[in-house]
């Protein structure tokens, strides 16, 4: 049943954009948020959603290269086999933790660079 109304919504949403009426619509619509897009308020948030994200995916093999080298270091300490792994699991799940909480912080600064940009692009259209 999911599908027979998936196919009907998909064929009355091509319809309508396919439509002359819909079309001309469609490129209204599509002109106002090129319009908004190109405001500079909201390209100097976008640019600044890039360069967040770019720093944040250059942080990421640095943070996974320094988890690799302290769960090395952790298996060579010890004096069994047993100890050994104990070590490098626990460095590895410290290690997993610190990527895991940049990699967080890094989306929190994404999203709000994201809704700094909205709010000035709303604030842009409304003027």
Known sequence: MRGKIGIV???A???????RAGRERYEQIKS????MWNTPPVQKQVDKAKELGTS??????SA??????????AA????????KLDSAIKAG???????ARGAEKSVAEVKKAADKAVAE??????D
């Open 9 to 11: 919504v998909g064929l």
């Open 13 to 19: 949403a091509g319809y309508v954009l396919g439509s």
């Open 32 to 35: 106002s948020f090129l319009k």
């Open 56 to 61: 944040a995916a250059l942080a990421l093999p």
């Open 64 to 73: 996974l290269w320094d988890g690799a080298v302290k769960v090395t270091k």
């Open 76 to 83: 060579g300490k010890g004096s069994t086999p047993g100890q």
């Open 93 to 99: 799940k410290a290690s997993a933790d610190d990527v």
């Open 121 to 126: 692009a709303k604030k842009a259209t409304d």
